[in-house]
Antibody
Framework: EVQLVESGGGLVQPGGSLRLSCAASGFTFNSYWMHWVRQTPGKGLVWVSRINSDGSSTSYADSVKGRFTISRDNAKNTLYLQMNSLRVEDTAVYYC?????????????WGQGTTVTVSS | DIQMTQSPSTLSASVGDRVTITCRASQSISDWLAWYQQKPGKAPKLLIYKASSLESGVPSRFSGSGSGTEFTLTISSLQPDDFATYYCQQYNSYGTFGGGTKVEIK
């Protein structure tokens, strides 16, 4: 079974840092692009970042550029999101997601999400 | 940045109704558009990609059309399992989502 399991969410003060992890299983992780998408409670979806299959290329939404870093460890089948200089508006559920085979920027598998709360 | 505008934001319908949701892009995105369904407390589910390609396992009552800046998602005969929120997403440049359309029971 294809599965993505996020961890690392929690409560952090403004200006703080947090690292999210996403453990992948049930598919050949090193063949797929991966994404992070967030969702504010009661609000819509916001694409955050993506990384290609070998980790050599990354992209970020303007709202997180320079503060967040996406990375992956293909030997460990794990995706990461390092979040620095966190702001109250970064509070959201963060989803790890897989890019669809052949259409890498389309998301075909999602994790269950991990909640990040930025508050003093 | 490309902005995606969905309409309506809420739609009330009955089982068996034909439902159409519109998504407009602020600039041309060719057919680089996907549609997702999300139910409360759950992650989204991919329905349509490349504007009109049905994802494997998705019922054929779902269809997508459009290109350029205007797109539609149609549910030909609404079923009880279809009451949910639907999002479009452009992937021509990064991956902007629309604001969502909640399909509720009339």
């Amino acid at each position: 079974e294809v599965q993505l399991v996020e961890s690392g969410g929690g409560l952090v003060q403004p200006g703080g840092s947090l690292r999210l992890s996403c453990a992948a299983s049930g598919f050949t992780f090193n063949s797929y692009w991966m994404h992070w998408v967030r969702q504010t409670p009661g609000k819509g979806l916001v694409w955050v970042s993506r990384i290609n299959s070998d980790g050599s290329s990354t992209s970020y939404a303007d709202s997180v550029k320079g503060r967040f870093t996406i990375s992956r460890d293909n030997a460990k089948n794990t995706l990461y999101l390092q979040m620095n200089s966190l702001r109250v508006e970064d509070t959201a559920v963060y989803y790890c997601a897989r890019g669809r085979d052949g259409y890498n920027k389309v998301i075909d598998v999602w994790g269950q999400g991990t909640t990040v709360t930025v508050s003093s | 940045d490309i902005q995606m505008t969905q309409s309506p934001s809420t739609l009330s319908a009955s089982v068996g109704d034909r439902v159409t949701i519109t998504c407009r892009a602020s600039q041309s995105i060719s057919d680089w558009l996907a549609w997702y369904q999300q139910k409360p407390g759950k992650a989204p589910k991919l329905l349509i990609y490349k504007a009109s390609s049905l994802e494997s396992g998705v019922p054929s009552r779902f269809s997508g059309s459009g290109s350029g800046t205007e797109f539609t998602l149609t549910i030909s005969s609404l079923q009880p399992d279809d009451f949910a929120t639907y999002y479009c997403q452009q992937y021509n440049s990064y991956g902007t989502f629309g604001g969502g359309t909640k399909v509720e029971i009339k």
